[in-house]
């Protein structure tokens, strides 16, 4: 199975790659962009026996790994067979 997880940085936390990625769409004449927030997208391979285990095993290589809980959050946007 295949698991897509989507890292952010959390609301509150400043993103100044995004806002350079802003000001550059600004500058190329995308005014209306108005905002930018980078992130991660990861791919992860699991074998589990259905999507509730890989949705676990997801869940907990995220916390634990691939976001820093202090200032990202994570969501598991799909289980893929």
């Known amino acids: ?15 100044p790659q995004g806002k350079a990625i802003a000001h550059a769409c600004a500058a190329l004449g995308h ?4 905002g930018v927030r980078q992130g991660k ?3 992860i391979e699991i074998s589990a026996p259905d999507e509730a285990a890989a949705r676990g095993v997801a869940a907990e290589v995220s916390e634990k790994l691939l976001a820093n809980p ?8 799909r289980i893929e067979p």
Request: charged share 25%; aromatic share 6%; hydrophobic share 60%.
């Open 31 to 34: 005014g209306a962009v108005e």
């Open 1 to 15: 199975m295949k698991a897509l997880v989507h890292v952010t940085l959390k609301a509150d936390v400043l993103d």
């Open 70 to 77: 202090v200032i990202e959050d994570y969501a598991i946007l």
């Open 41 to 43: 997208l990861f791919e």
